[in-house]
């Protein structure tokens, strides 16, 4: 065989290594805890066979995390994408102050989701939170944030809105700027409307960055951690729970089991979702 040919197989054997080792092998070991006793107070390994499952479909506390999770995926990426193709197309336009205003709009998107939730936390906080103290500085009663579902829900959404749209609008502004400009110059001469111009020659190539940003939001959402265990840590109760911070819960509750078999599920789920995703883009774009 020419060495020309093996070469590149030779040079995937030692990153494929390391990924076996440090991610693979771990990984089925874990997920085989699943399937047993596994507890901080056990004194021998069972093989319990699906009875982990069994308690987690069983748990009345997974409606709440899974419609919790849910929602802060859906609603946060239609809005990032939404929010951050108004924002691209604005600043591609021959703005004075379209460098800084990409800048400041991009700035959220460098911090960490730990020090946007410190930050929210103090925000919204129920006590003397910025937000509260300006409601009683307008006459209105102040508003306990994280008390209630619906109102801390809010809080995650908005909170993950101003952080990540910078993100998605970076994304989209270089796809509309790797639309050549003839394409533009040639609608005019045709007497297009700047709707038409978007819908036909703008939007069309905007498809696959539309779908890049859909595909990490969602699945950003769908694993959303850091945001709701810095503010609520999934209370009051478990009205706040996510998939992610249930799995924490659970093991912090020493239900090693439970929580290995969420976190089995929740894994297969995430991978079922981004497969599927990715041959729905393929069939979309393809049409393009």
Known sequence: MNIKTIYPYWMTVVPFGIYLVFLILPSTVGFSMAFTNWNPYIEELRFTGFAA??????????????TNTLL???????????IG?????????????????RTVYFFPAVLSPLVVGLL???????????VNVQLVGWGLSPVSWFGQ????????IFSEIWRSTGYSMAILLAALQSIPAEYYEAAEMDGATAWIKFRDISLPYLVPAINLV?????????????????????????????ISTLIMNQYGQDMYAQSTATNLV??????AFALMFQSYQKRSEAHL
Not at 53 to 66: L, R
Not at 72 to 82: I, P, Q
């Open 53 to 66: 499952f069994e308690d987690m479909f069983s748990d009345s506390v997974y409606p709440t995390a899974i």
């Open 72 to 82: 802060f995926a859906v609603v946060t990426s239609v809005l990032k994408v939404g």
């Open 85 to 101: 193709l108004v924002l691209a197309l604005a600043l591609n336009s021959a703005l004075r102050t379209r460098n800084l205003l």
């Open 120 to 130: 929210f936390s103090a925000l919204f906080d129920g006590k003397n939170g910025f």
């Open 149 to 156: 579902r619906v109102s801390a829900n809010f809080v995650f």
């Open 214 to 242: 859909l595909l990490t939001s969602l699945l950003f959402g769908f694993k959303i951690f850091d945001l709701v265990y810095i503010m609520t840590g999934g209370g009051p109760g478990y009205q706040t729970e996510t």
């Open 266 to 271: 929740f894994s297969v789920v995430l991978v």
